[in-house]
């Protein structure tokens, strides 16, 4: 009888392992995705950053060119800000620091110096409100995007060290 109690406890620490191993390596495996994610996500949106700012640096700028890549900025930020959520979902709570490093410029760039460029040179409903604000806001908001690209940079680098750290490759 002993025998027979041994066995099945023995059977069910095997089995309690073995669906423990298989849990971690699934909880891996989707943190692995979610952070190549992550880091697609941010890239996209400075790329984008870029684009606004090559066409806000040209000499006479493009009204409906600027508008188009102010469209495609917001489009790519709300992608990235989807990701790094999917992160705080399944990510580790090492993470969270690093996340705080894009979350809060991101959003001041966009409630501070994207937001109001886009009310103030096309209008809430696409009209144009001030025919010479690109040429004297331009200037300003290309400065803003030079600082948003480099926190990003920085970001980038801070968690693939985190994150590498988290899925044991680093």
Do not use: C, W
Request: glycine share 12%.
């Amino acid at each position: 009888m002993v025998s027979a109690g041994s066995a099945v406890y023995v059977s069910r620490n095997e089995l309690a392992r073995k669906e423990s191993a298989a849990a971690a390596a699934e909880v891996r495996e989707n943190r692995q995705r979610v952070y190549a994610d992550l880091m697609t996500g941010v890239a996209e949106y400075v790329e984008g950053l870029g684009f606004l700012e090559g066409t806000l640096t040209r000499n006479l700028p493009d009204r409906e060119t600027v508008r188009a890549a102010t469209d495609d900025l917001t489009g790519r930020g709300g992608a990235a800000i989807k990701t790094v959520n999917m992160v705080f979902l399944v990510g580790s709570m090492q993470l969270v620091p690093t996340l705080d490093e894009f979350m809060h410029p991101y959003d001041s760039f966009v409630r501070v110096h994207l937001n109001p460029f886009i009310l103030h040179n096309f209008g809430g409903s696409g009209d144009v409100t001030d025919p010479d604000g690109l040429l004297r806001d331009g200037p300003g908001l290309v400065d803003e995007i030079d600082r948003m690209m480099a926190e990003s940079g920085e970001f980038v680098g801070d968690f693939l060290v985190r994150a590498r750290e988290d899925l044991g490759t680093g």
